[in-house]
């Protein structure tokens, strides 16, 4: 059997999955992260405007925009706590694209905005 963690991705309104992975991937204001099972602790704050990829035990890939929040780990867990998050699925990418073009949307929902076209992006190119 693989080496499995624990793994929550929750925003302010939902929880959006729960489970066992096999790796864990975020973009930190320190960089991109990657957390396999075993990895030491550490607490890291998300950026605005990111993406989480979950590799669950079977093998599927969760991808979710992010913005703002942050995630601990310790040996077993992983918990990432976003201020807003939702699916690449769930993704209107005309809406977020529309946004981008907006030249009165504000920073904050550019970002929003190019976090959801981003995990839309990742999931097609896997």
Do not use: C, Y
Request: net charge negative; aromatic share 4%; hydrophobic share 45%.
């Amino acid at each position: 059997m693989a080496a499995e963690m624990s793994v929550d991705l929750v925003a302010v309104e939902r929880l959006l999955w729960s489970g066992q992975a096999s790796f864990v991937s975020a973009q930190t204001t320190e960089g991109q992260i990657g957390i396999m099972p075993g990895h030491e602790p550490l607490l890291g704050q998300l950026v605005e405007g990111g993406t989480v990829n979950i590799v669950s035990a079977d093998g599927e890939r969760i991808v979710a925009a992010v913005h703002g929040g942050f995630f601990s780990v310790t040996a077993t867990t992983v918990r990432v706590l976003a201020e807003s998050a939702e699916f690449a699925g769930e993704v209107d990418v005309e809406e977020a694209r529309k946004v981008l073009a907006d030249t009165s949307a504000t920073e904050e929902q550019q970002r929003a905005a190019q976090a959801r076209v981003r995990a839309v992006e990742q999931v097609a190119n896997a």
